[in-house]
């Protein structure tokens, strides 16, 4: 019987992830998502949000990954993800999403008081891609 998966995390910028694991867990529009070997394929949305991987090494060990939204399928025991942008939380860089976070809130508040319901989502997106970073980020 089959005991891992196989993980891949794909962007525009390459392969950033790729593992064997136990356990993968990912947030959908609709909740979490928890995959185990032999799970039935499925294609899915993802949010911004953290993906979380048990992947096994010589002892178990949990990876975090921030994911800018994206694509998750799973067949055959291959998970893949393919989002715009996402980072290991060992190669995030903090003050830059510290300082993208900031930059996105002072957007939000002239979006806001412009009525720019565009920049006014934009920014918002911007600003939860940081949140994020920095929450994964925490995870080291
Ligand atoms: P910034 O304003 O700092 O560029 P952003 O949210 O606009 O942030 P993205 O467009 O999502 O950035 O990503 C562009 C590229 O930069 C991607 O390859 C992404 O992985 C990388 N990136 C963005 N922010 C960070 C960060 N804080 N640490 C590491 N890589 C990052």
Redesign the pocket.
């Known amino acids: 019987m089959t005991k891992t998966l196989e993980v891949h995390v794909i962007?525009?910028?390459g392969i950033?992830y790729e593992h064997h694991a136990t356990m993968v867990v990912a947030r959908t529009p609709d909740g979490d998502l928890g995959i185990l070997p032999r799970h039935a394929p499925i294609i899915a949305p993802l949010t911004i949000d953290e993906v979380r991987v048990n992947r096994i090494d010589s002892k178990e060990h949990i990876d975090w990954i921030a994911v800018?939204g994206g694509v998750f399928e799973v067949r055959d025991n291959v998970v893949t993800i393919i989002a715009?942008?996402?980072?290991r939380e060992r190669?995030?860089?903090?003050?830059?999403?510290e300082?993208?976070k900031r930059?996105a809130e002072e957007l939000i508040a002239k979006a806001k008081e412009e009525s720019d319901v565009d920049e006014l989502r934009r920014a918002t997106v911007?600003l939860h891609?940081?949140i994020n970073?920095i929450k994964v980020?925490k995870h080291l």
């Open positions: 962007t525009p910028q950033v800018n715009d942008s996402a980072e190669d995030i860089d903090v003050p830059r999403a300082r993208a930059r911007a891609r940081a970073r980020s």
